[in-house]
């Protein structure tokens, strides 16, 4: 059965082979949000701030919601290549997985500060959020390009 997103049919099959790729976009998104939302509150611009973070935050949200459903349909993707990139990508893996299960909970300490105007505790929260959430969501993409789009790459 075939589904149509405006762009190129979609099987059941190639849809769940997209997650990847979501996951990757997601985390760019996140990253440049941040990015944004930093430079934002450098400029004092406070509302354009908190809609860049509460932003990047949803799209960190999403992006775990298709992460599991991408593991839940296509399991596990092993890195494939045995080249000079394999220690690099586990490497960048090693750092990023735990650093990664501690972002939901700096970033929702770090948003509910800000947004209940606790500044103070509020700025020294983000100064160890920003960093570690902009390091993961620019390591996903990493990951993703290294697992799914190096020549040689490829599911299990």
């Known amino acids: 059965m075939l589904s149509w997103n405006g762009v190129f049919p979609i ?12 996951d990757a976009v997601l985390n760019l998104t996140s990253a ?3 990015v944004a939302g ?21 799209s960190s ?32 893996l090693a750092t990023h997985t735990p650093l990664a299960a501690l972002v939901p909970f700096l970033a929702l300490v770090t948003l509910t500060l800000g947004l209940r105007n606790r500044i103070a505790r509020h700025r020294r929260w ?3 959020t920003l960093p570690v959430w902009l390091y993961v969501s620019v390591t996903g993409v990493v990951i993703y390009l290294m697992l799914y789009q190096l020549p040689g790459a490829r599911l299990r």
Do not use: E
Request: hydrophobic share 50%; charged share 15%; with cysteine.
């Open 61 to 92: 949200i999403l992006f775990l919601g298709f992460y599991l459903s991408n593991h839940f349909i296509n399991g596990v993707a092993y890195y494939q290549r045995h080249d000079w990139t394999r220690p690099l990508y586990f490497t960048v």
């Open 32 to 34: 440049v949000l941040l």
């Open 126 to 128: 983000a100064k160890w």
């Open 11 to 22: 099987s059941p099959m190639n849809s769940a082979a997209l997650l990847p790729a979501a």
């Open 38 to 58: 930093y430079r934002f509150i450098r400029k004092g611009n406070i509302p354009a701030h908190r809609r860049c973070m509460l932003s990047a935050f949803a």
